[in-house]
Each structure stands twice: as structure tokens, then as C-alpha cells.
Nanobody
């Protein structure tokens, strides 16, 4: 059964750093575009970042650009989100997601939520002094 499991969330101080991981089981990530989304209390889920199937393309939300970095290690079947200089407004539950690649779409990174086939259960991140 395909499954994504996030880890690494917790409490982090503003200006610190935190790395989220998302490990897949039951399927191999090298056939998938991957992304991180987040949902803050009382707000809708939003895209944070995405990485293409081969890792050559990435996209970021403007709010996290130059602070967060997405990466993938297909040998470990894992995708990461390095969060540098987090701010209180980054407080949210963070979800990873996988979108099965098809040739018609080419190599792309995207944050179109409805296109993603598999989702993790989420890991909470709190940014606070």
C-alpha cells in the first residue's frame, strides 16, 4: 500500500533551522513529482515547494523563497524540506505529496494540489521564541 510519512517537525526558534523528511513506502518516488504543502490554523492548505521527477526543476512559494530548499534522494526514497530562517508565519502542519509523472507533462515542478495522488499525514511545525 503506497504511503508517505513525514518526520522532523517540532518547535523551532525564529532564525533557526529545521529539516523535514518524507519517506515513501509501497512505491518508488523516482516516478513522481514531489511537493510540500502546509496548512496553518484557520487557513487553507497552500503550496510551499515542488521538485520535478529528476530534480532539475524546483518552484517555491514567494513567502519561502530564498529560505527553504526542497531536495530529493531517490536512493533513499525520501524528499526533504530544509527550512532556514523560519518565521512565526511559517507555523503550520506540513504535508508532502507525490504526483505520478506522465510523459505528456514533461519534466516540471508544480503546486497544483488536485494533481497530487498521494499525501502524507502531516508533521506540525511551530516557530516561536
Amino acid at each position: 500500500q503506497p504511503q508517505l510519512v513525514e518526520s522532523g517537525g517540532g518547535l523551532v526558534q525564529p532564525g533557526g533551522s529545521l529539516t523535514l523528511s518524507c519517506a515513501a513506502s509501497g512505491f518508488t518516488l523516482n516516478h513522481y513529482t514531489l511537493a510540500w504543502f502546509r496548512q496553518a490554523p484557520g487557513k487553507e492548505r497552500e503550496g510551499v515547494s515542488s521538485i520535478s521527477r529528476r530534480g532539475g526543476h524546483t518552484v517555491y512559494a514567494d513567502s519561502v523563497k530564498d529560505r527553504f530548499t526542497i531536495s530529493r534522494d531517490d536512493a533513499k526514497n525520501t524528499v526533504y524540506l530544509q527550512m532556514n530562517d523560519p518565521k512565526p508565519e511559517d507555523t503550520a502542519v506540513y504535508y508532502c505529496a507525490a504526483d505520478e509523472w506522465n510523459q505528456g507533462n514533461g519534466e516540471r515542478a508544480h503546486m497544483t494540489m488536485g494533481a497530487y495522488d498521494y499525501w502524507g499525514q502531516g508533521t506540525p511545525v511551530t516557530v516561536s521564541p
